[in-house]
């Protein structure tokens, strides 16, 4: 039971905000605070040391900053020991996070954006996030919505695409297509 709470301590203090905190628009756009706490509630957390993975059960709220993480299940795999109390070394071997698993009517908000779909698979190593779902999609405030089946977000350098039944609606402002 120790190594679960520790393991919880550990999360809390590894998790780096640029998981799913800045916008995908632009990779220069990093405004976010990575050493700003991680509040994250559910209603029941499951730790496995061996196979190295918490899971967070029921009404997953995970919050840093401005970014807001909801989801009926998150699931973070880590590598290394996630006893170290070495926090100089957030996302190496010394119980680094590898990847962030939400399912379950995920949404996640941040900037002036919303990504929601049945599954988002975050991969610290190469920051992809691929969201997945029937109804997944991208929402941004005052230019529109994209979704498709699967969308892909490549963090580092902005590019996103969307495939499987790609459809879009757009708000082009005063101007119009002109």
Do not use: C
Request: avoid cysteine.
């Amino acid at each position: 039971m120790r190594g679960g709470i520790l393991l919880l301590l550990s999360v809390a203090l590894l998790w780096p905000v640029r998981v799913m905190g800045e916008p995908a628009a632009s990779p220069d756009k990093q405004t976010q605070d990575t050493t700003a706490p991680i509040h994250i509630s559910a209603e029941s957390l499951m730790a496995d040391d061996l196979k190295k993975y918490a899971e967070f059960i029921g009404q997953v709220r995970a919050v840093q900053g401005g970014t807001v993480i909801t989801s009926d299940r998150l699931r973070l795999y880590y590598e290394g020991n996630p006893d170290s109390t070495d926090t100089t070394k957030a996302g190496t071997a010394q119980g680094g996070i590898k990847k962030i698993v939400a399912t379950g009517s995920v949404r996640i908000e941040f900037d002036d954006m919303v990504a929601e779909g049945q599954e988002a698979v975050y991969t610290t190593g190469d920051r992809v996030l691929v969201l997945s779902g029937p109804d997944a999609r991208v929402i941004r405030e005052k230019s529109g919505t994209v979704s498709g089946s699967k969308i892909t977000v490549h963090r580092d350098d902005g590019r996103i695409k969307f495939e499987g039944g790609v459809t879009g609606v757009f708000y082009p402002g005063e101007k119009g297509l002109d």
